[in-house]
């Protein structure tokens, strides 16, 4: 089935410093990916949409320039934390659509990131 | 925006129960999902519907695509302890943004299952 692959699983940060955290369609083609965020005990709300060879979108309130998204390829997204503070501390998502696959099929999730910043 | 109300936000019940959870929306989707998350780890899909009225299974899991297109529910028959986690609904609007229709969440409802 299609695999979408997280990395790293878990990190820990100082204040101030930058994280990336890569998504990976594994077999499969993604030219949309998706990334969220959810913060303990509640649901997934979804920062921005990923996609190859364009800007990302970002949904309202979410600053672009402190979550940086690169879709550098079909199977490869990265979101860069930047000047990470103890409020980004989160567990974030990303998910992948097939391309082969129709618009409204469902979403492959990877294992998530759960960031800390110290 | 969009919102999703899952409802009973958690239960707890005896293993052996059945269990029967809701989803609401303040508006209309062309898609709802059943996803279920366990802690560290992604959500992984259950069912999947895509037609008002469409009743699907699968294994103890039943869900239903509501007539109005603005709610759904998940049943799970005879729990067994695996059943533990959290269960998200999720909605795509179908509208073709920045690429892709995007996908809204639900509340989650927290299911415990007792031995």
């Known amino acids: 089935g299609a695999v979408v692959s997280q990395h790293p699983s878990w990190v820990i940060c100082k204040s101030g410093t930058s994280v990336k955290i890569e998504c990976r369609s594994l077999?499969?083609?993604?030219?949309?990916m998706f990334w969220y965020r959810q913060f303990p005990k509640q649901s997934l709300m979804l920062m921005a949409t990923?996609?190859?060879?364009?800007?990302?979108?970002?949904e309202q309130g979410v600053e672009k320039d402190k979550f940086l998204i690169n879709h550098a390829s079909l199977t490869l997204s990265t979101l860069t934390v930047t000047s990470a503070h103890p409020e980004d501390s989160s567990f974030y998502i990303c998910?992948?659509?097939?391309?082969?696959?129709?618009?409204?099929?469902?979403?492959?999730f990877g294992n998530g990131t759960r960031l800390t910043v110290t | 925006g969009q919102q999703l109300n899952q409802s009973p936000q958690s239960m707890f019940i005896q293993e052996g129960e059945d269990v029967s959870m809701n989803c609401t929306s303040s508006?209309?989707?062309?898609?709802w999902l059943w996803y279920k998350q366990e802690p560290g780890e992604g959500p992984v899909l259950l069912i999947a519907?895509?037609?008002?009225?469409e009743l699907t299974s699968n294994g103890r899991l039943t869900a239903q695509f509501g007539i109005t297109r603005k709610d759904s529910f998940l049943n799970i028959s005879a729990s067994i302890p695996s059943d533990v986690g959290i269960y998200f609904c999720?909605?795509?609007?179908?509208?073709?943004?920045?690429?892709?229709?995007?996908?809204?969440f639900g509340t989650g409802t927290q299911l415990k299952v007792e031995l």
């Open positions: 508006s209309i989707f062309n898609t």
């Open positions: 990923s996609n190859e060879g364009s800007k990302a979108t970002y």
């Open positions: 998910s992948a659509r097939d391309d082969r696959s129709s618009y409204n099929s469902p979403l492959h």
């Open positions: 077999d499969f083609q993604a030219t949309t």
């Open positions: 519907l895509y037609k008002a009225g």
């Open positions: 999720a909605g795509l609007d179908g509208i073709l943004t920045g690429g892709g229709n995007k996908l809204t």
